[in-house]
């Protein structure tokens, strides 16, 4: 069944961009949307943004200006950067697989997150 | 933004039926999807579009959606069901969660 693994550093210093990899196996990159969520310590889920296989993205408004998610079909990987962060960007982030299409299935596959923290 | 609000807990006897709700306005002109958080663990999946489970969730897991609230029911909870649970909905092309509600059994 479709796996997906987390992989980026673990500590990022405020100010500069945090970046992760989202490799998918088991599976096909193509014909699904690929999220991004996060969640701070303690606390609940935040979509970040999907994007479709195609390239097609979606992001949070709130973090729009500082996001980009790309995908990379030949390696089957697709990879998350969130620019100028602060303490309040660490979180656990998860990649996840939207059903079939995000607005109707769910994100029904995720990976087992991967903790960032943003400290000096 | 558009807000969903869940209640922070919901305590229920083994065996008994769990309802956590979730509310936003107009949800029920959306779907409503509904995630499983054990500590330390990624959410999983219950229910999707309202009400249909995915693949290996247990019947006791149900859902419906209507007017402003959707409602996740667990019927037979079991000691395993203990967890956070989430809500999310679609809303302008960005997925909104509620802020998760603790399902303690006791």
């Known amino acids: 069944q479709v796996q997906l693994q987390e992989s980026g550093p673990g500590l990022v210093k405020p100010s500069e961009t945090l970046s992760l990899t989202c490799t998918v196996s088991?599976?096909?990159?193509?014909?699904?949307?690929w999220s991004w969520i996060r969640q701070p310590p303690g606390k609940g889920l935040e979509w970040i943004g999907y994007i479709y296989y195609s390239g097609s993205t979606k992001y949070n408004p709130s973090l729009k200006s500082r996001v980009t998610i790309s995908v990379d079909t030949s390696k089957n990987q697709f990879s998350l950067k969130l620019s100028s962060v602060t303490a309040a960007d660490s979180a656990v982030y998860y990649c996840?697989?939207?059903?079939?299409?995000?607005?109707?299935?769910?994100?029904?596959?995720w990976g087992q997150g991967t903790t960032v923290i943003v400290s000096s | 933004s558009y807000e969903l609000t869940q209640p922070p807990s919901v305590s229920v006897s083994p065996g008994q039926t769990a309802s956590i709700t979730c509310s936003g306005d107009?949800?029920?002109?959306?779907?409503a999807y509904w995630y499983q958080q054990k500590p330390g663990q990624s959410p999983v999946l219950v229910i999707y579009?309202?009400?249909k489970r995915p693949s290996g969730i247990p019947e006791r897991f149900s859902g419906s959606n209507s007017g402003n609230t959707a409602t996740l029911t667990i019927s037979g909870t079991q000691a395993m069901d203990e967890a956070d649970y989430y809500c999310q909905a679609w809303d302008s092309s960005t997925a909104r969660f509620g802020g998760g509600t603790k399902l303690t059994v006791l």
């Open positions: 088991g599976g096909s990159i193509s014909s699904y949307y």
């Open positions: 579009q309202d009400n």
């Open positions: 107009k949800l029920g002109h959306k779907y």
């Open positions: 996840a697989r939207c059903g079939g299409d995000c607005y109707s299935d769910g994100m029904d596959v």
